[in-house]
């Protein structure tokens, strides 16, 4: 096995689903699809054999196939004659039995070809997702100098490092003077791990670090995840990190700070993030409906264990609304306290800096106002 492959992890788009009993189906709606009857019972049917062969844990695998097939026996689906009431009928059974995030049962109005799960996508269809990410700017919505020097990166998304790495370097380019850093995450749903990986690697120094394993059930395989051997530009060891959360953080995002928290290279500032860890494919059932199985488990190298139905647990817990303010405030004051030590920021000294203690003054009245209603 090679020490430090790329790791990506695989993003999935999620959609809110309503926990109903699986008797009760909801209407059709405007962007809803009629289901018959050979329809039905070929998702129903799908539904069972890809969760039983390719779920993660066979032992679960075998329980949630049972669940469903139970349910088709006892005729619960057979009011189910919308693809949304379907779904969430389905995806409900699935999760009564596993409260996997990532698994659900899922459709589009829009056809989709079926395909090998091994086919490469088309020239066309990477550049229309090469053109979505960049209208993007490949998930780096802002990045600013707090007062205070504190570096303030806003991160919505984990991009393919091969496609975002300029833009990524461009951002940890212009942090490089701070005297610490806040990396948002409360709107980051996740993404490719090989850039949660690449971004890791500017706060570490020296040789790679092993940052977690994730075990494929379908291929039998382990993969290792390490920071990267290199990185553009200079490392920020010896600087705070803060990483904000919110209800919002999942999947690769809470890789991200779940590896960095463990490292002991991170505090993890706001609530505790979703709670997605499983990797997942989207399996086909036809042009319409896709089952989406956990197929994959990760274990960090510090823990031993993963996020998957507890999410990241921050170190310093406060209202969503409040994240930035609280981290901003405590960077501020960590800066302080390293001055006063003579160590550590750019100016260190002992003399004391106005514009800091302004600073500071500013971010305690922001930490102890109440936010808008």
């Known amino acids: 096995m090679k020490s430090a492959p790329c790791l990506a992890i695989a993003s999935i788009l999620f959609v809110l689903l309503c926990s109903i009993r699986p008797a009760l189906c909801p209407a059709q709606e405007a962007d809803d699809l009629p289901v018959a009857a050979s329809v039905r019972a070929a998702v129903v049917d799908s539904t069972i054999r890809f969760v039983r062969e390719s779920y993660f844990d066979s032992l679960l695998g075998a329980r949630l196939s049972d669940a469903v097939r139970r349910a088709r026996d006892a005729k619960r689906f057979e009011r189910c004659v919308t693809a949304s009431a379907l779904c969430e009928s389905l995806t409900a059974t699935l999760r009564r039995v596993v409260p996997d995030k990532h698994l659900k049962v899922d459709y589009t109005v829009r056809p989709r070809p079926m395909e090998p799960a091994t086919r490469a996508p088309s020239v066309e269809e990477t550049a229309r997702q090469d053109d979505q990410s960049r209208r993007r700017n490949f998930g780096f919505e802002r990045v600013e100098r707090l007062p205070g020097n504190v570096g303030y990166l806003n991160l919505r998304r984990f991009e393919r490092p091969w496609l975002a790495g300029e833009t990524a370097a461009a951002a940890m380019a212009f942090l490089a003077n701070t005297d610490a850093v806040i990396i948002d ?127 990241v647990t921050p170190d310093v817990e406060t209202e969503e609304e409040k994240a930035l303010a609280v981290a901003h405030l405590a960077a501020l004051r960590g800066i302080q306290e390293r001055r ?28 102890e106002t109440p936010p808008a209603k």
């Open 185 to 311: 995450l409360r709107g980051n749903g996740g993404g490719y791990g090989d850039m949660a990986n690449f971004l890791a690697t500017y706060f570490f120094d020296g040789e790679p670090v092993h940052l977690r394993d994730v075990h494929d059930r379908p291929s039998g395989s382990m993969l290792q995840a390490w920071t990267m051997p290199y990185a553009p530009g200079p490392r920020f060891t010896g600087k705070e990190l803060y990483l904000l959360t919110g209800k919002r953080t999942f999947s690769a995002a809470e890789a991200f700070a779940y590896g960095l928290k463990n490292q002991g290279r991170a505090k993890i500032v706001g609530v505790t993030t979703r709670g997605g860890a499983h990797p997942t494919s989207a399996m086909q059932v036809n042009e319409h409906f896709a089952v989406f199985v956990p197929h994959a488990h990760v274990v960090d190298a510090v823990s031993g264990d993963d996020w998957e139905g507890k999410g």
């Open 340 to 367: 006063r030590a003579g160590g550590g920021g750019t100016g260190a000294d002992a003399t004391p800096d106005p514009d800091l203690t302004s600073a500071i003054e500013e971010a305690t009245r922001a930490v």
